[in-house]
């Protein structure tokens, strides 16, 4: 099309990530949101922050902290001018990813030049909710729902079979490609100990920043030491003789990730030369409860776009929101599976909803410089029945 550019990927930081409950629970979720956002711009100290065209950011809950546009918020507490404008994206699990999504969209379009994508969660500051009552002092109770993670206040004319809980979908995602319980165990320890082994070799220290006032060497949920045989165990989580356990599960999590995207152009202003170009996106929606399983065809359409096959491909961040579903997808993308999450996912560091998209581009694109090769894939399952995925490309 006439008039379109590229987007590239010129830098990218997060937060480490915490546990439910641990190092970051008193961090509130837009303080989260200014500390990747100021991290993400450090990495570029010659780029005047007014240069800023739009600021696109995640966020899957919006009920606590974190509601009235957190994107915007994050902008005025990391200090920007306040005519750098945010909006505040959800599609869940895939929130930052759509938001760099969106924002490579709008370099591409020539409506900006420098814009930041990225996103929030603090799964632990989630609030309880009340539903609002038609009239006023109804006679009944109310009952106060976590907006934690998963379905809330259901819409009764949701098929049931829809509206089942995220661990009994993948449940049946197990039962449906053949996936055993040691498969999954197996997957989760490697990826703590991948995780592991890319922070003590120094991998993480690029990429991640200081949330003020939080004592964290590295991610909170990383176990050293796990192995498949202490993984089996535990007991299942979702059924009496099921597979799926706390152990081959992502946990719960607060935490911050962003990536600065520009056209080539913007290199001068920005003051460094882009790390990666976006060369396709894909997105893809089915039954809701097949959700573990978009990712599959929204990488296809990333890929088709992009130009290149799984053979050209030699780096993928797909986050782990539970060990069933990667696999189910690694296998149906017939890669190797040691270029899958080679410094750990999200079994081991993490899944902060709104953040965990960022983070595996960003991750993506620094395991691309590390090892010069061309082509990566991130993609990222969605509840609800959806997927992302984007391709990147190398040009460090």
Not at 67 to 90: E, F, I
Not at 116 to 135: D, F, I, N, Q, Y
Request: aromatic share 6%; glycine share 12%; charged share 20%.
């Amino acid at each position: 099309m006439a008039g379109m550019t590229s987007s590239y990927l010129y830098a990218s930081a997060r937060t480490r990530f915490g546990r439910f409950g641990g190092a970051l629970a008193e961090v509130r979720p837009d303080d989260l949101a200014a500390t990747a956002l100021s991290g993400v711009l450090a990495r570029t100290p010659g780029l005047d922050p007014a240069e800023i065209a739009d600021v696109f950011w995640g966020s899957a809950n919006q009920a606590g902290e974190d509601n009235r546009n957190v994107g915007r918020m994050a902008v005025l507490l990391a200090g920007l001018p306040t005519s750098v404008p945010a909006t505040t994206v959800n599609r869940l699990c895939g929130s930052s990813l759509d938001a760099a999504i969106q924002a490579s969209r709008a370099v591409e379009a020539g409506d900006a030049d420098v814009v930041v994508a990225g996103g929030a969660e603090s799964m632990t500051r989630a609030p309880w909710v009340l539903p609002k009552p038609s009239r006023a002092f109804p006679a009944g109770d109310a009952t106060a729902v976590s907006t934690t993670l998963g379905w809330r206040l259901v819409n009764s004319r949701m098929p049931a079979e829809w509206t089942v809980s995220l661990g009994e979908c993948n449940e049946r995602l197990g039962d449906r490609f053949g996936i055993s319980r040691e498969r999954q165990d197996e997957f989760a320890a490697r990826s703590h100990r991948l995780a592991a082994e890319a922070w003590a070799a120094g991998f993480y220290d690029g990429l991640v920043v200081d949330v003020p006032g939080a004592e964290l060497a590295r991610d909170e949920s990383i176990r050293d030491g796990s192995t498949p045989e202490k993984l089996a165990g535990l007991k299942p989580s979702f059924r009496p003789d099921g597979t799926i356990t706390a152990g081959n599960a992502s946990p719960l999590n607060d935490g911050a990730a962003a990536v600065l995207l520009g056209s080539e152009a913007a290199a001068a202003r920005i003051g460094t030369d882009p790390i990666a170009r976006v060369a396709g996106r894909g997105v893809h929606a089915l039954d809701p409860q097949d959700f573990g399983f978009a990712p599959v065809e929204a990488a296809e359409r990333a890929l088709g776009r992009a130009g290149i096959g799984w053979s050209d491909v030699s780096a993928v961040e797909l986050n782990e929101a539970f060990a069933v579903q990667s696999l189910a997808c690694v296998d149906a993308w017939k890669v190797d599976p040691d270029i899958v999450n080679a410094k750990g996912g999200a079994l081991a560091i993490g899944h902060p909803l709104g953040a965990s998209g960022a983070r595996v581009l960003g991750t993506l694109a620094a395991r691309l410089v590390e090892s010069g090769e061309r082509w990566g894939v991130a993609a990222i399952c969605i509840g609800v029945g959806q997927g992302l995925a984007v391709v990147l490309e190398n040009v460090s």
